[in-house]
């Protein structure tokens, strides 16, 4: 076993008492759904306690578990290190991670959309350069970046980190865990808004992630988003250095060509004064924009400008971010596929939009009989939108890419609204959850089909996603 920590580092870093015969931990994990043997088992109080699952964990395989008492059915002589309080250890444990990697570069990413594929496109982009650390899922909050930092091998050469938020002054302690070198703000939008009063107070809440920077950082902003001179006016108070992306013409790093494909695109952008080229395996203009961010990000962290475009054309986007998967209905004939763009993760009126431009981009394939496949959406609530949500979801209806969409499927009261808004020519079915709408889809899509799905974390459209890959089971009769 790699001990990532030793015992008696573990011990400093934690402030809490190692007890039982063990020398040291290879990873942390909170979940025994996912732990590896050797793992630091931090027993958080969130939806459940972990306290509860001690005991698995170390017949698991677990090196050790993080506890503020003593677990029913765990043993005497059990490898723990006690705290008052496993989080606020944890939290110990992440600042100890960040202050060894002394010659790491470290990047913070934060936005109203887009945050997630950015950090997953820089961490594949620098990981071909050095030693790369980021979280491989979307661990952004309050336990996820102690978490993510706590894993920080001493090696790491660049770390990249994602921080969210669903209320102001969520970021601010955050970052000052992370202290970046370079902080990525994606965009501002009006997202959350049931819990702010405005999209400036939105504005405020993303600028926090500027108040962790080195002295000498950087603030990558977006020079489109109608923030921006908000985002830069704060970064300059801080005497943090603005660099800014987009296609406008002021832009420090600007989009200057951007060709569509059908799953891909051929982008000419100049970053802080350097032409490249390069292939993006995702559409829309938006992703290309965000690329940007990811390549000046990288050169300002010390990488190779031009390999790092090269490394960027090999990236994909993740399940729920807008993967592209071919799925045969009958598996044994190809010629029975559809396509599945996976959008299913998260969702806002603005990413909603896109994900509409990324499914009129798609070329839908033949069916039987000569048929041409179909673009069919389905669609679930944007949740967090305060008083204007039924307004903005029959928005969606007058986009001007709904009108490349064949037929919508939509599932929950505030899609309802949207569904209502759309032709009835369009209209595909309407169901109260993701779990009746799913059978609806299924019966429904053919070979040759393009189908996108899209709707908030909490509208569960992953659900629809696992109904359609699981189509190609059926056997040919």
């Known amino acids: 076993m790699s001990a990532l920590w030793d015992r008696e580092a573990l011990e400093a870093a934690s402030g809490a008492e190692a007890l039982g015969g063990w020398s040291g931990v290879s990873g942390v994990s909170i979940d025994t759904r996912t732990l590896r043997d050797g793992d630091l088992f931090v027993a958080l109080k969130d939806v459940r306690d972990g306290h509860d699952f001690v005991a698995q964990a170390l017949a698991a395989g677990a090196g050790a578990a993080l506890v503020s008492r003593r677990p029913e059915g765990v043993a005497e002589d059990a490898p723990l290190l006690m705290a008052d309080d496993p989080l606020f250890a944890l939290e ?12 790491a570069k470290i990047v913070a990413v934060t936005g109203s959309a887009g945050k997630t594929s950015v950090k997953d496109a820089l961490r594949a982009v620098l990981a071909d350069q050095g030693a790369t650390h980021a979280a491989e899922k979307s661990y952004n909050n309050h336990w996820g970046v102690p978490l993510t930092l706590a894993r920080m091998p001493a090696r790491t050469r660049f770390g990249v980190f994602e921080i969210g938020m669903n209320h102001g002054g969520e970021i601010a302690p955050l970052t000052r865990f992370v202290r970046p070198h370079v902080a990525i703000i994606t965009n501002v939008l009006p997202v959350h808004l049931g819990n702010f009063d405005s999209e400036a107070d939105i504005a405020a809440a993303k600028a926090e992630i500027l108040e962790g920077l080195r002295p000498d950082g950087h603030a990558i902003l977006n020079r489109d988003n109608p923030w921006f001179d908000l985002l ?219 189908v996108m799905v899209k709707g908030s974390l909490g509208s569960r459209m992953a659900t629809i996603v696992e109904t359609l890959t699981q189509i190609s089971h059926r056997k040919k009769r």
């Open 92 to 103: 110990n444990i992440g600042s100890a991670a960040r202050a060894r990697v002394t010659g």
């Open 232 to 450: 830069a006016t704060r970064a300059t108070s801080l005497g943090v250095t603005v660099v800014s992306f987009g296609a406008h013409e002021g832009a420090t790093c600007r989009l200057l060509k951007h060709k569509q494909n059908p799953t891909s695109a051929s982008v000419e952008a100049e970053i802080t004064g350097e032409r490249v080229l390069f292939k993006l395996n995702a559409p829309a203009r938006h992703q290309a924009i965000n690329a940007l961010a990811v390549l000046v990000a990288a050169k300002l962290a010390g990488a190779d400008l031009a390999k790092a475009a090269l490394s960027l054309g090999r990236w994909k986007p993740g399940d729920g971010r807008g993967a592209h998967k071919n799925i045969r209905i009958d598996a044994i004939d190809p010629a029975s596929a559809f396509t599945l763009i996976d959008e299913s993760y998260n969702a806002n009126p603005a990413s909603m939009v896109a994900a509409l431009e990324t499914l009129r981009l798609a070329q839908p394939g033949q069916g039987a009989h000569g048929r041409t496949g179909r673009r069919i959406a389905v669609v679930g609530d944007m949740l967090e939108l305060g008083e204007s949500s039924g307004q903005r979801h029959a928005q969606i209806a007058e986009a001007a890419d709904m009108a490349h969409v064949d037929q919508v499927f939509a599932c929950g009261p505030h899609s309802r609204l949207l569904y209502d808004a759309l032709p009835k020519a369009k209209r595909g079915a309407w169901a109260e959850d993701s779990a009746g709408l799913a059978s609806e889809v299924r019966a429904e899509v053919k070979a040759g089909d393009v």
